[in-house]
């Protein structure tokens, strides 16, 4: 076991390498085919790194004063391609106000949907489902899920703004393309307060770069909050646990003291 | 598989309104009825005489003689109520208006009562500038009631038109129909025909919607010449809806005519003498009961398929245990089970807008099961005995009880929006059920709080038993055409029907037909029941009118921030 697993850090060191190169690069290792000859992501995929605290570069911080160091922030390299965000002026001020209240406003924090493409980089497996008609993500945090349409070749418009927002898949070579739009415009993209509005459209990329690692990618558009779109770019790791699966994570009930305490009849806040 | 052959009625119900024969005026055409859609006549015929004052009709059982204006009511499945199509409502008149509707409010909402419709104030009464009085009230099959205080005019008051462009629309009457241009008070414009105002106002936000299959299906108008008519509509180039003709099951001989009037208005057009069709409840499958030769479709990987989007929406009302009321009857008749579904419908739509109701209801969109239990085993349909320390906990969560909850853990895991159940038991609304399968798992996604279960079909073990949840741990296998769910693991903290942290549930999946998927569930907790029993219910896919829409619940979870501000602020008030 131990060997196995050093011989996938090894793996996934190498799959880093290749990424600081420009473009992305096959890396050694077939990727799984599925039964139609596309790749097959069936698995439990997670992030590794500290794009949930933020997108950007960002040194160490200081967390919740009693929760010591096990809330504190971990420093981290960006995963924004250029690592500028190229907000409006507006929006940058936005950016900052949430920033400041980042520890009560987050919808992180209150158990809320995550969004898009926040939900794959949050520090909580998901579950790619792939059959032959739709593919499904079903993510650890909040009972978020989507499904990706992969038998609508005339998009259709989302029904309703949602925090999951609407998504069409297609094939292009060997890498997944979603395009996911129909947003509600609620979410943040990380615990730094970056966000967007309902306009956002968002085209993720998953590209499989061996049997266990799928290169993300994600660009941003969305004129009401950004002045040109934006890629976010980072390897999602099959998790290799024995028997791993994504477990039940109902996160409601640990936040009803934070949004209902006041309103208890022995008030806890 | 124990299946049946049935068969199974569409409980059908529609209304109209004749006109009292004294009605004149100069026109070759007489304003002649209105024609409701409810789902049950007999039902309809009670309810306006109860509370609008109406008589049955002499030698008719699907009608009312309301002051004059004849109500008819054929049985049929109704496409939502009658608000922001082109008939908005229909109005009555009371000389006491503040008494009336007294009396009316204190009928309540529930079974077949009756439907306030509040002002923004909160009040069901409101003066109308050089008008009247007047407030809103719903039939129990969606038609919307003005009433009014017009001393001029009492009993049937008015039609509502609401029309992209009423003085046109009202002229096209006038064309066709006759009666007299007038304004209501100076106020409103109209026609008036005999005792009755057709008015016509402009209709707020876009287009309204047509009213064929909806609560007020159509009006209708006695012509002199049907033939003569009709030529002229046709040269028009109005659309018939129906043909000129005797309809089916017609009581005389004389003919009727359907256009699609201004607005998408239907507009009957009957020869004197018309007394409307006897109505027969439409002869439809029972879903819960047919056997048909069927090969379960395969996945490329070859299992079972059972992809795509489902909803209980025709299970919606069957009782998990058997009624008292029902004998040994093996299926409910079709009347019963319509009759069956509207309760349970009406029973929690009160408090809903219109377009909610008339776009989300499923009860409009499938024929009811009629199905008589949930549970068929044991036999007896019934849950069967608890062990003492089953009773124990009933007693013990009935003590829990608040009527003013200290705190959210009070509060059941639907309103908490944790969980809404182990058994996904149709109701009014949202019953949607998506499966997506890969080659090692099928994802169940529950439309009500977008829960998704992915269930291992490849042999992986179940995790630890110290890893507990409210929805337990569930794998899966095939046993034939069938998916078998067993689920343990289970934190006890959502129950379902008393069960605890004891439970292990087995789900049985059957496609049964191209539309129609089998749902058993068997409750096994020894801790709490004295013996295993199983439920069963019928999902049916609709892809063609049904998507799942994202659920947010604790999202938007308003009701829990009301309720416990509410039981503080009660508290306040009784000084504890």
Known sequence: ?269 | MNRRHSAFTLAAVALSWLVSPTASFAAEADYHHVHLTTSNATEAMKWYTEYLDCQPLTDRDDGVDCFGAEVVFESKATLGSSQRTGIDHISFSYADLTAKMGELASVGVRGSGVRLQRFEDGETLREMPGLFKHGFIFDPWGTRIELVEDPDTLGFHHIHLSSTDPAATLNWYQERFGGESARLRGQADGLRMGDIWLLAMQHEGGVPAATAGRAIDHIGFAVASLDSVAGELERANVQFLEQPGVPDGGRTSAKRAIVDGPDHVSLAVVEAGFAGVVSKMAEVTDITTELRDYTVPRTPWGTPDFQGVWTGDASHGIPLQRPDDVGDAAVLTPEQAAARRERGTLGSIWGYEAEWRDTTLGYVKSAPSRQVAMIIDPPDGRIPPRTPEGERLMAEARAARQPLPEGPENLSSWVRCITRSLVQTPGVYNNGFQVMQGPNHVAMQVEMLHETRVIPTDGTPFVGSDIASWRGDARGQWDGDTLVVEIRNFNGKAPYQGSSDALTMTERYTRTGPDTLEYRFTIDDPKVFTRPWTGMFTYVRDESQYELVEYACHEGNYGMTNILSGSRSKEAEAGR
């Open chain 1, 1 to 269: 076991m131990m060997k196995r697993q050093k011989q996938l850090l090894a793996m996934a060191a190498a799959v880093m390498v290749v990424i600081l190169a420009p473009g992305i690069a096959a890396a050694q290792g077939e990727a799984p085919r599925a039964f139609d000859g596309h790749p097959d992501f069936n698995g439990v995929w997670q992030a590794i790194g500290t794009a949930h605290w933020d997108l950007q570069d960002h040194p160490a911080a200081a967390g919740p004063v009693d929760t010591g160091a096990i809330g504190a922030v971990p420093p981290g390299q960006g995963v924004v391609v250029g690592n500028t965000i190229p907000y409006t002026p507006e929006a940058l001020a936005q950016k900052q106000q949430n920033f400041e209240n980042r520890w009560t406003d987050d919808p992180e924090v209150k158990c809320f949907m995550p969004g898009v493409p926040r939900a794959t980089y949050l520090p909580h497996p998901f579950r790619i489902v792939q059959g032959d008609k739709k593919i499904m993500m079903v993510y650890g945090f909040a009972e978020a899920n989507r499904t990706i349409h992969m038998d609508k070749p005339e998009r259709e418009r989302a029904p309703i703004d949602s925090w999951m927002g609407r998504s069409h898949g297609a094939w292009d070579g060997d890498t997944l393309v979603v395009d996911a739009e129909g947003f509600n415009g609620e979410s943040w993209f990380d615990r730094a307060g970056n966000h967007a509005s309902y306009a956002l459209q968002v085209q993720e990329r998953y590209t499989p770069m061996g049997p266990n690692v799928i290169m993300y990618e994600a660009t941003l558009t969305d004129e009401n909050t950004f002045t040109e779109p934006w890629t976010i770019r980072m390897p999602l790791y099959r998790r290799l646990d024995e028997n791993v699966q994504v477990l039940e994570f109902k996160c409601v009930e640990f936040t009803e003291d934070l949004l209902y305490g006041h309103l208890r009849k022995v008030p806890t806040r």
